[in-house]
């Protein structure tokens, strides 16, 4: 599919036709409304072409410019500009973060307190595990003893 127009000149387009709109004493909505008919394109698109047009042009176009939304990066370094200390950082750590800090004997109670679980635990298997194999040997002395 080939192109018919320049990269661009559409949007240029748009711009002339509502400008000249403006300029007979329409407001920006009609205008928009009045080109859409003419062109056969939606308000919508007329519009974000115009602005699109407008923004590129030396002082806007005329077109005042509303301030953006701060992302969420730029508000926490704007948090740590304010309190002097870094923002808490929300979210799953990233891959290459270092493990957290902590005294010597906080990590060799965690050490111990994980190892005697685990002791636990293995010993519960085990219980279980001789359980089964009693109730294994039961089932198997009952065949025997009907025939099977």
Same mark, same amino acid.
């Given at each position: 599919?080939?192109?018919?127009?320049?990269?661009?000149?559409?949007?240029?387009?748009?711009?002339?036709?509502?400008?000249?709109?403006?300029?007979?004493?329409?407001?920006?909505?009609?205008?928009?409304?009045? &080109?859409?008919?003419?062109?056969?394109?939606?308000?919508?698109?007329?519009?974000?072409?115009?602005?699109? &047009?407008?923004?590129?042009?030396?002082?806007?176009?005329?077109?005042?410019?509303?301030?953006?939304?701060?992302?969420?990066?730029?508000?926490?370094?704007?948090?740590?500009?304010?309190?002097?200390?870094?923002?808490?950082?929300?979210?799953?750590?990233?891959?290459?973060?270092?493990?957290?800090?902590?005294?010597?004997?906080?990590?060799?109670?965690?050490?111990?307190?994980?190892?005697?679980?685990? &002791?636990?635990?293995?010993?519960?298997?085990?219980?279980?595990?001789?359980?089964?194999?009693?109730?294994?040997?039961?089932?198997?002395?009952?065949?025997?003893?009907?025939?099977?």
């Amino acid at each position: 599919m080939a192109a018919t127009a320049t990269r661009g000149s559409i949007g240029k387009a748009s711009y002339e036709a509502v400008r000249k709109h403006i300029d007979a004493g329409k407001k920006a909505t009609e205008a928009f409304r009045l &080109v859409a008919q003419e062109t056969g394109r939606s308000t919508a698109t007329v519009q974000t072409a115009y602005y699109r &047009v407008a923004r590129s042009l030396p002082g806007g176009g005329g077109v005042q410019l509303r301030p953006r939304k701060k992302t969420g990066a730029k508000r926490a370094s704007a948090k740590v500009a304010a309190a002097g200390k870094p923002a808490a950082r929300r979210g799953r750590p990233p891959k290459n973060a270092a493990a957290p800090t902590g005294s010597a004997a906080a990590i060799a109670r965690d050490l111990s307190n994980a190892a005697q679980a685990l &002791v636990a635990h293995i010993s519960r298997l085990e219980s279980e595990l001789a359980e089964s194999r009693k109730d294994r040997e039961r089932l198997a002395a009952i065949e025997r003893a009907l025939g099977r």
